[in-house]
């Protein structure tokens, strides 16, 4: 064997060693926090932390106003941010001419993107909350939080559309496919996987968000929740659809956490830590959804 | 070298309709008629006068670089994707022109299939690889899908390879079944005219062997058009050859008088391997 070869060689155990340390400490880094939370905290997690409304006496707060906002407002930001990021995405890929204008909405696009969260706060207060009359509804919170990750997913919906080799394209025009047909059937198919993974990633974001709500004004202090959408009685119609949930006061997680941690009572830090452990939980399980998504759409082309 | 090939240029305008090849054979499906074709500026086809044959496999051939594949994407439209390309002169087909205004180019997409270099299947079964060309026009019945389905592979001669496993991805077919699979999605869609851009460039012998095979029994019902580098190839399956150069249609004629004596000294050059 050469010199050179055996000092490759060297800087190669070198850089391995290296990387493994990096990984290591990161790795270490969170075990701590994660210990030190769990330690604080698991006294506190049982099914009555999770289906107590917050109150004045430490042992007895729980999350179930924060944890059931929380679930609301994901699933309205979910329900408006999703199908605008892929038609947005969509348009922009697979529609738009290449011009000036197109360039510097693109431009803008990823500009938004890395906008401190705070700063589309102040735009859902000034927006939703008081312009649009919405006070500090679900509907407000959501829609800030749309703002917030519409740019991501349409990102990650051209980043997937372009993914997508011409060749699948060309395979469906020479079938005689319209563009629509082309997008809807074959392009976006197969661009699925990614663009769901993108947008678990980007809602799992959103969810331990806190400085944007705050701004908005979400309270701290719900002892109640959102109207159902669904309700059941024993008066006809006997099923009662409403929107009122919509416009009802939230709070979420990430807020009753804060809130609890600026206690001065050592109890309320007991709680603040439960609550950590179930945002981890379900941000965790979101994360955990989205690498099995990747792998399930995996493609080779 | 230069002389020659003005020389050649002018020559070519004995190939147009009415020469003999044209009596030979029977009446022409495409008739391109001064041909030229551009990628912004840049031209890539210069005045190509060529017609092309019914029920008969004609082959394209030239070095890399030519416009071969410009040439036969001019055919079902396929260029149009590019967005730089534009087109002069006129390709007859069915007594229209495809470049003229009111073409439906989905239209003559179904009527002009087209199979390309590397096998491209959707990543989707190879039922629904097969299906997706009769159902963008609308037929969504069980019943017709799956026949369609399985003439189209029988077809292709891959029906006995894959009936058992339709729901399979199309991706765990070998590359030259895959290939098959492709031919038989193109000819779901009930076309006329079938172009291959070097179908069988990605493929091994055997798969190769197996879809010469394929095609000399397609030419019985469709016109073929295949564009190929390699001229056993070009000798063993087409009927008419035509020899491009540098955007120039050098020659055009039966296949067997192409290879035997080249009217040409630069097609002659070509076959016998001196350059290209
Ligand atoms: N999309 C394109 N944009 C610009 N030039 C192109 C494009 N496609 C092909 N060309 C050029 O056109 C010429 C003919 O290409 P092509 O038709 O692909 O040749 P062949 O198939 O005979 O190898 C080449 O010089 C190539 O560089
Ligand atoms: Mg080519």
Redesign the interface.
């Known amino acids: 064997m050469s010199r050179a070869s055996a000092s490759i060689k060297a800087y190669d155990k070198l850089f391995q060693a290296a990387g493994w340390f990096t990984t290591m400490v990161g790795l270490f880094v969170l075990l701590v926090l994660f210990i030190d939370i769990f330690m604080d905290g698991y006294k506190r997690l049982s099914l009555d932390f999770l289906t107590s409304y917050p109150s004045r006496k430490p042992e007895q707060a729980g999350i179930f106003s924060a944890w059931v906002g929380t679930v609301w407002i994901m699933i309205t930001t979910a329900m408006i941010a999703i199908p605008l990021g892929i038609c947005s995405g969509i348009h922009l890929e697979e529609y738009a001419r290449k011009n000036k204008l197109t360039d510097f909405i693109e431009i803008n696009i990823a500009n938004l993107a890395g906008v401190p969260s705070v700063i589309y706060g102040i735009l859902g207060l000034g927006l939703f909350v008081r312009f649009m009359d919405l006070k500090r509804s679900v509907l407000a919170g959501a829609l800030t939080l749309t703002l917030l990750i519409l740019p991501v997913i349409i990102i990650t919906t051209r980043e997937a559309l372009k993914a997508v080799p011409f060749s699948i394209r060309e395979a469906a025009y020479a079938l005689g496919a319209t563009r629509w047909q082309t997008v809807r059937f074959q392009v976006l198919p197969a661009a699925l996987g990614n663009i769901m993974t993108g947008i678990i990633l980007a809602l799992s974001r959103a969810i331990g968000e806190t400085a944007p709500l705050i701004t908005l004004g979400a309270l701290t202090y719900i002892p109640f929740l959102p109207k159902n959408p669904i309700s059941v009685s024993d008066q006809a119609p006997y099923v009662h659809v409403s929107a009122q949930g919509f416009l009802d006061p939230f709070t979420v997680l990430p807020i009753q956490i804060f809130n609890w941690v600026s206690r001065p009572q050592k109890g309320f830090l007991i709680d603040a830590a439960a609550g950590i452990m179930v945002l981890l939980l379900i941000t965790l399980c979101m994360n955990g959804i989205a690498i099995y998504l990747r792998h399930k759409f995996q493609r080779r082309w | 070298m230069e002389n020659l090939m003005e020389h050649e240029i002018q020559e070519k305008e004995q190939i147009r309709p009415g020469n003999p090849i044209a009596e030979a054979i029977r009446e022409s499906v495409f008739s391109l008629q001064n041909l030229s074709s551009y990628y912004g500026t840049k031209k890539v086809l210069n005045e190509i006068n060529l017609d092309i044959y019914g029920h008969s496999v004609t082959s394209l051939m030239g070095p890399s670089g030519c416009g071969k594949s410009t040439l036969i994407r001019c055919l079902?439209r396929?260029n149009d994707?590019i967005p730089s390309f534009s087109a002069q002169g006129k390709i007859i087909f069915k007594n229209t022109d495809i470049y003229s205004p009111n073409v439906d180019v989905?239209?003559?997409?179904?009527e002009v299939?087209?199979v390309?270099q590397?096998p491209?299947?959707?990543?989707?079964s190879i039922f629904e690889n097969i299906a997706?060309?009769l159902?963008?026009?609308g037929i969504s019945d069980r019943r017709l899908l799956e026949e369609a389905v399985e003439d189209s592979l029988k077809r292709s001669f891959l029906w006995e390879e894959v009936k058992d496993r339709l729901n399979d991805s199309a991706?765990s077919l070998s590359g030259g079944q895959q290939q098959r699979l492709?031919i038989a999605?193109?000819l779901a869609?009930k076309p006329e005219v079938i172009l291959f851009d070097e179908p069988c460039s990605a493929l091994d012998p055997i798969s190769t062997a197996k879809i010469e095979e394929l095609m000399f029994k397609l030419k019985e019902k469709y016109t073929l058009i295949i564009v190929t580098h390699n001229m056993q190839q070009a000798a063993r399956i087409s009927d008419t050859t035509a020899f491009l150069m540098m955007g120039e249609l050098i020659e055009f004629g039966i296949t067997k008088d192409i290879f035997t004596h080249p009217k040409h000294k630069t097609t002659e050059e070509y076959i016998t391997g001196r350059f290209g």
């Open positions: 079902n396929m994707l989905t239209e003559l997409r179904r299939g087209m390309f590397k491209n299947p959707f990543p989707k997706y060309g159902k963008i026009k991706y492709c999605r193109a869609v």
